[in-house]
């Protein structure tokens, strides 16, 4: 990727809901998510909780990061089951310069990723069309069969890193704009139109966001974090949460917990990033300080845990000295961490056992095999990211809530408050004090085997061919793990090989490298597959294979870096019966 270009362009609302309304009706997916994959709550269950006040109708969704950062993830994680969206962090330096690949899934999980690609204005540009598609979507009558009554749902923003950027005109324009977008969905209601026309005048509610999750990221000191926590609840009047590190529990705990209780010996836990980080006691103290000063005000407090770990890049697939770590064994750590701190803050939180008001939210290697686990020890929410960049995505999201609603069914509850107290009271019948000391001693004990080295050491399958440009083992593990719904399938033409051909949608493509991991052939699908742009200046910029399309009055190659050959194939690929999924926007 050439580095003078955006590493995303996003589509407009036109375009987006054009896609919807194609791919239903032709392929019964949208953005490729097939309809048996879309959550409808379970009448005899209820998942709801509430978040920082506000009703949410399940515990779980996107974490910030890859997943919440454009409308279509953010509308596939709705689809998926996801009602809390802890949108991508934002932050002043919007044009970072992240080295490629910048994923690699291929065990447990690392990133060198750590904040918005897209310039600040393009964010709340996302997150409100995001917004307006979930309102429209949750009224159309196509899905209604699909979604039942989805309930509702919460956008919380995630800003950082400092004092000054958080401050700054570019930040707080955001953060306005988020608690109220009025001006920018009447800019976006004449893009609602052909079956979505009736949608234009929808009475949508112009507070998209009014709660925010500050990032600390690695090395805020504590004064920062207290500083900028007061700023948001002062200046913002916003309910804060602050994302704290697994780093609290000092580097011999986690290198011993990493190293020697689960196995990872070949990760290398970074030591100088422990001095810098906000230290145990003063973090006990910092949560106490902060739900005082937000109870004061009329406002709500929370944490989140926890944030990647730091560790030493030994693995050479991507290019940056260090990585952050997520996964099983974060999550080992992350749960520790509660643990930890409720024993430290007797009755601070909102957790079974405590008659606490400081809310846990809470990231870290969530799958479907714990997520039951997980929401018993009290967080509001469970959100998930490793577990959506594996095959499958956000086709992964419904079946852990059906997951979570049978064990709740099983227990003899009707409910998440039902389901905690009875797992509190099976706890302490075991002689824990709470739901979460009997689930960490499980973790660090006869239950972390999921968690240890030797149950995550298998590679993703692989075959003896190098990908081609058409034709391919069909697996469409490029299409689910793409966070950002870059790929599609179309059936392929008559003489052609293999039942699918794949293609790419160049300007939604980072390059993040999670298609390369798992494809099974040898080779980059997103550097081998057709790639096709629609901005004719990004066509230019960009390097290697590519196809320019113009929309207007049906769908033609214009101009391509390929040969006469597979620019025909593509030509007639993009418009056979089911075509390319975009509509010429207004």
């Not at 689910?480 to 033409?493: E, G, M, R, Y």
């Amino acid at each position: 990727m050439a580095e003078a270009t955006p590493p995303l362009t996003p589509m407009t609302l036109a375009t987006l809901m054009g896609r919807i309304d194609h791919e239903w009706h032709t392929r019964n997916k949208v953005f490729d998510l097939p309809n048996a994959r879309i959550w409808q709550p379970d009448a005899d269950v209820d998942l709801s909780f509430e978040f920082l006040g506000r009703p949410c109708a399940s515990p779980i969704g996107p974490a910030a990061g890859p997943h919440s950062q454009m409308a279509q993830n953010i509308v596939l994680a709705w689809l998926g089951g996801g009602r809390l969206f802890e949108l991508k962090t934002v932050q002043v330096l919007d044009d970072l310069e992240i080295g490629r690949p910048c994923i690699d899934m291929q065990t447990i999980g690392y990133n060198i990723e750590w904040s918005q690609e897209l310039e600040v204005p393009q964010s709340l540009a996302e997150y409100v069309k995001a917004w307006m598609a979930l309102d429209v979507l949750r009224h159309w009558e196509p899905l209604r069969d699909h979604v039942g009554d989805p309930g509702p749902h919460v956008f919380d923003m995630s800003v950082g890193y400092d004092l000054a950027g958080i401050r700054s005109d570019k930040v707080a324009s955001f953060i306005r704009g988020m608690r109220n977008a009025s001006t920018s969905i009447d800019a976006l209601r004449p893009e609602l139109t052909g079956s979505f026309a009736e949608f234009a005048d929808l009475d949508f509610s112009p507070v998209v966001s009014d709660t925010l999750t500050l990032s600390t990221f690695h090395g805020c000191p504590p004064e920062e974090i207290e500083s900028i926590t007061k700023h948001l609840i002062d200046e913002h009047e916003l309910d804060v949460i602050v994302k704290l590190n697994p780093t609290l529990l000092g580097y011999d705990t986690v290198a011993g917990i990493v190293n020697d209780e689960l196995g990872y010996h070949d990760v290398s836990v970074k030591e100088s990033a422990f001095a810098e980080d906000l230290q145990f006691d003063r973090g006990v103290e910092l949560i106490g300080e902060l739900n005082q000063y937000a109870k004061d005000r009329g406002r709500r407090f929370g944490i989140k845990l926890t944030n990647t770990l730091v560790v030493d890049n030994q693995r050479g697939f991507m290019p940056d000295e260090t990585m952050y770590l997520s996964g099983p064994p974060l999550h080992v750590l992350a749960m520790t961490l509660l643990d930890e701190l409720a024993t430290a803050l007797p009755d601070t939180f909102t957790i079974p056992g405590h008659a606490g008001d400081v809310m846990v939210s809470f990231s870290a290697g969530v799958t479907k095999d714990n997520l039951a686990d997980t929401v018993a020890a009290g967080v509001n929410p469970a959100t998930i990211c490793s577990d959506l960049l594996k095959p499958g995505g956000y086709g992964r999201m419904a079946p852990m809530l059906r997951t979570l609603a049978k064990d709740i069914a099983a227990a003899g509850t009707g409910d998440l408050s039902g389901y905690r107290a009875e797992r509190q009271a099976r706890a302490e019948a075991a002689g824990h004090a709470s739901v979460v000391a009997e689930y960490v001693a499980g973790l660090r004990g006869d239950g972390a085997d999921p968690y240890r080295l030797a149950a995550n050491l298998k590679l993703p399958r692989a075959v003896d061919h190098e990908l081609e440009m058409f034709g391919c083992v069909a697996c469409n593990f490029c299409i689910t793990v793409c966070p950002n719904d870059a790929f599609f399938s179309i059936k392929s033409l008559e003489g052609m090989p293999d039942r699918q051909q794949y293609l790419l949608f160049a300007e939604l493509c980072n390059e993040c490298g999670n298609c390369m991991v798992f494809c099974p052939e040898d080779g980059d699908p997103a550097q081998i597959k057709p790639k096709l742009f629609t901005d004719p200046d990004l066509f230019a910029a960009r390097d290697g294979q590519g196809f320019l399309l113009d929309l207007a009055g049906g769908v033609r190659v214009t101009d391509a870096r390929a040969d006469d050959d597979a620019r025909s194939l593509v030509q007639r690929l993009v418009t056979a019966d089911q075509g390319l999924p975009l509509q010429e926007t207004p």
